[in-house]
């Protein structure tokens, strides 16, 4: 933070307040409410004919829904990644990167909870989960630590903002009068005295420790929806690890691309700067390499042996069909990223921007492979169904629905941001303090 | 199917009565006041007559001629409850024996299974494979139903218990309680296992002489019968637990003219096609039989005798089978 040195208090408060949408933030905020109501539509439609408005069928019974959902899974765990483990660490340089990260496990975690109602064939009977639950499914236990990892991102969000609601409070010719009366219910109680302040910092501390845990759980789980399952592909130890390295990846991705935009949007160029670029470029690195390590043993190590089950999905995977999607999301999600952020001009803002969106482009596509190729590779073979059957392309009401979900997760991102601060003013006063001490 | 004849009630078996029955409504018609003498039995209140007469066979052995309007429905059976259909059948090992020597891909199981279930063409619970396992191996037809294993994958991940093993070894879907995540159809790994992806057909066939949506709130639901299908849920085949209780044989195995299906419970040892009856532990003994897939643990209850001292060339069903799946002989 060299140099946000000078910066007074007035000017960060300023800074950091949220701003009015400009005529971009109008047009960006609108294309992605029409997204959303285009999915809306789609979903009315899948509501009155059934999941038969989807291509989905007997042999791919799971289609893009379930992989937008795995990857919405993958996406939040940013949120444990950047806040806790930088936190427990003591990383520095956390500040105007941990708010930006919640925000997007929020909203990523909201959706996959949506898109996984969407997939339902009765989505009304939601609640025999709870009536009629059984604790052997993992399904159960995907509800389980989804909800948990919800309410603690979702807690560990608000307390981390209580402190800047107060701020807000007191400037009061920003903001708008019907917010104020929520930041009022939000955060009135906050006296900013030092014992408030010691158990807050512990209730954050807490929070950290136990969100660690259940991040890995929630994509392990969901890795496990797969691997319990008898099928090529999906029928494998590494799959846990697998899931959650490719998360990891996906998450950091991800921040870096709201990092760019928030930094172009709000001018925040004193507080991202390039040297957030350049350690967040590091982290990418390390963590592309460890889930191309996951790859490896993934698809290599089934490659050598060729098991007859396994064969024909892998070869449909390395030059079939799917061979362009698979080496697409292989080399721009994983191999090209390593390459370009291994040299420091590479992790400067836009490139890094850039690598960004190669990674979480990618990665959607990865989610994508993990789950339609597979179950078009049964062990008994596919026989006796309509040729349509035997392909899986989504249909245009997938295709919204997912759109709109991804347009849905970016709006909520726009709206917190909209009306809270994406970087902690409080802690960015902290920071500044000890750094003039 | 048995009918119950007494002296007001008369049989009719024709085919609307056929389709009447199979839509689910078990009903048997009861003819009121057949006879020109007035009977104690005749309702209070005067029907109106609709002019369309139906032929019945007395008990005495005579047809009579009776108004359509004097035919009413009674359920011939009473329904079983939802603890009933979960417990299922005391003492009771239900077990298959499907003998690949004797299939010739006719796929007489295939119809008169779609038939029974209301099963949308295409998503057969019963498919006649061609399987070829390699190279230079004889290819052969391998009809394949639900295993109803006796460890179901299926069930092992179900969250809401809607998928479930009875004590007599049968897997049933509850479709009054399915949520439709479809994580059964991806466990399975016999992908046997079809989704209702729009409206089941049984609104199409329905008995003229009702109005729909009548037939549609009368029909009761039964895991036993998998009937009325229920949009938005799994199905699959069910051993045909209702036919089983009325001492009569699964469709599929009454329906195969070639008697590859016997069907048996394991705690008495015998299966029959209908024809013929074996010792269920001889039959396996002297002929190898094998389960599908032993390695992976799922322990079925059908099995399988191989394809030896065939009754049929392999050749012979290729005329049956879906011009698709000629590209895609097996695996």
């Known amino acids: 933070m060299e140099k946000s040195n000078q910066l007074s208090e007035e000017q960060i408060i300023q800074d950091l307040l949220p701003q009015k949408f400009g005529r971009r933030g109008m047009i960006w905020t609108a294309i992605l409410i029409l997204f959303c109501l285009v999915g809306a539509y789609a979903y009315y439609r899948q509501l009155r004919y059934g999941l038969v408005v989807t291509h989905m069928r007997d042999y791919v019974s799971w289609g893009i829904y379930i992989s937008n959902f795995v990857f919405f899974v993958a996406i939040s765990l940013v949120g444990s990644l950047i806040t806790a483990i930088f936190r427990l660490a003591k990383?520095?340089?956390?500040t105007p990167l941990t708010r930006i990260s919640e925000m997007i496990a929020i909203s990523a975690i909201t959706f996959a909870?949506?898109?996984i109602i969407v997939d339902m064939g009765r989505p009304e009977r939601l609640l025999n989960l709870f009536t009629h639950g059984?604790?052997?499914?993992?399904?159960?236990?995907?509800?389980?630590?989804?909800?948990?990892?919800?309410?603690?991102?979702?807690?560990?969000?608000?307390?981390?903002?209580?402190?800047?609601?107060?701020?807000?409070?007191?400037?009061k010719d920003k903001i708008t009068k019907p917010f104020h009366k929520i930041y009022r219910w939000l955060a009135s109680f906050w006296k900013d005295q030092s014992d408030q302040e010691k158990i807050r910092d512990r209730i954050i501390t807490i929070l950290c420790i136990t969100i660690i845990p259940v991040a890995f759980c929630i994509h392990t789980v969901t890795s496990w929806l797969f691997a319990t399952t008898y099928r090529p592909g999906w029928d494998s130890t590494n799959f846990g690890a697998y899931f959650v390295s490719g998360a990891f990846l996906v998450g950091a991705g991800g921040v870096v691309v709201a990092m760019y935009a928030f930094r172009r949007a709000y001018k925040l160029e004193r507080y991202i700067t390039d040297m957030h670029f350049d350690k967040m470029g590091r982290m990418l690195v390390l963590l592309s390499l460890l889930y191309l390590y996951f790859n490896v043993n993934e698809y290599l190590i089934p490659a050598f042996k060729m098991k007859k089950s396994e064969a024909s999905h892998l070869t449909q995977l390395f030059s079939g069909e799917y061979a362009p999607m698979f080496w697409f999301a292989i080399l721009v999600g994983m191999i090209i990223p390593i390459f370009v952020l291994l040299f420091k001009k590479g992790r400067k803002p836009l490139p890094m921007f850039i690598v960004g969106i190669m990674v979480v482009v990618g990665a959607w596509f990865k989610r994508?492979?993990?789950?339609?190729?597979?179950?078009?590779?049964?062990?008994?073979?596919?026989?006796?169904v309509p040729e349509s059957y035997h392909i899986y392309f989504p249909s245009w009401e997938e295709w919204s629905i997912s759109l709109g979900s991804l347009a849905g997760a970016l709006l909520i991102i726009t709206i917190l941001a909209r009306y809270f601060p994406v970087i902690s003013i409080f802690k960015t006063l902290e920071d500044e303090k000890e750094k003039s001490a | 199917m048995s009918c119950k004849c007494n002296k007001e009630e008369g049989c009719q078996n024709n085919n609307s009565r056929r389709e009447f029955l199979l839509s689910g409504l078990a009903a048997t018609m009861v003819a009121v006041g057949c006879s020109d003498k007035t009977s104690p039995f005749i309702p209070e209140e005067t029907i109106a007559l609709t002019g369309e007469k139906v032929k019945l066979l007395s008990v005495d052995g005579e047809v009579i001629e009776i108004d359509k309007a004097y035919l009413k429905p009674v359920p011939d059976i009473?329904?079983?409850?939802?603890?009933?259909?979960r417990e299922g059948m005391a003492g009771k090992k239900f077990v298959m024996v499907i003998d690949l020597s004797r299939c010739k891909n006719l796929k007489k199981c295939q119809s008169a299974c779609n038939h029974a279930h209301q099963v949308h063409p295409g998503q057969n619970w019963v498919k006649v494979l061609s399987m070829?396992?390699?190279?230079?191996?004889?290819?052969?037809?391998q009809p394949t139903t639900c295993m109803h294993c006796d460890e179901p994958p299926c069930v092992k991940v179900c969250p809401v218990d809607a998928t479930f093993k009875r004590q007599d070894g049968i897997v049933l879907i509850d479709s009054n309680r399915c949520i439709g995540c479809r994580f059964c159809m991806a466990a399975c790994p016999y992908t046997t296992r079809v989704f209702n992806w729009e409206d089941p057909i049984q609104a199409v066939v329905t008995?003229?002489?009702?109005?729909?949506?009548?037939?549609?709130?009368?029909?009761?639901?039964?895991?036993?019968?998998?009937l009325p299908q229920k949009k938005g849920t799994v199905g699959k085949c069910d051993f045909c637990p209702d036919m089983i209780r009325k001492g009569e044989l699964p469709h599929c195995v009454s329906a195969c003219p070639n008697g590859v299906f016997m069907f048996g419970d394991m705690n008495e040892d015998a299966v029959t096609n209908g024809a013929e009856t074996y010792r269920f532990s001889d039959l396996i003994k002297d002929k190898a039989g094998y389960r599908l897939m032993e390695d992976l643990g799922t322990k079925p209850s059908v099995y399988y005798l191989p394809p030896v001292n065939r009754s049929f060339p392999f050749e012979s069903g290729l005329e049956n089978q879906l011009p698709a799946d000629q590209m895609n002989h097996s695996k």
């Open chain 1, 91 to 94: 990383v520095p340089w956390r």
């Open chain 1, 113 to 115: 909870a949506l898109i």
């Open chain 1, 134 to 171: 059984r604790i052997q499914s993992p399904i159960l236990w995907d509800v389980i630590v989804i909800s948990t990892y919800f309410c603690i991102s979702l807690f560990l969000l608000y307390v981390t903002l209580i402190p800047d609601i107060k701020i807000m409070m007191n400037v």
């Open chain 1, 368 to 384: 994508y492979l993990i789950v339609t190729p597979t179950l078009l590779h049964p062990l008994l073979p596919m026989q006796e």
């Open chain 2, 78 to 85: 009473t329904h079983l409850t939802n603890k009933q259909e």
């Open chain 2, 132 to 141: 070829d396992d390699a190279d230079h191996s004889a290819p052969y037809w």
């Open chain 2, 207 to 226: 008995d003229n002489s009702m109005p729909q949506e009548n037939m549609d709130s009368k029909q009761h639901y039964s895991c036993e019968t998998s």
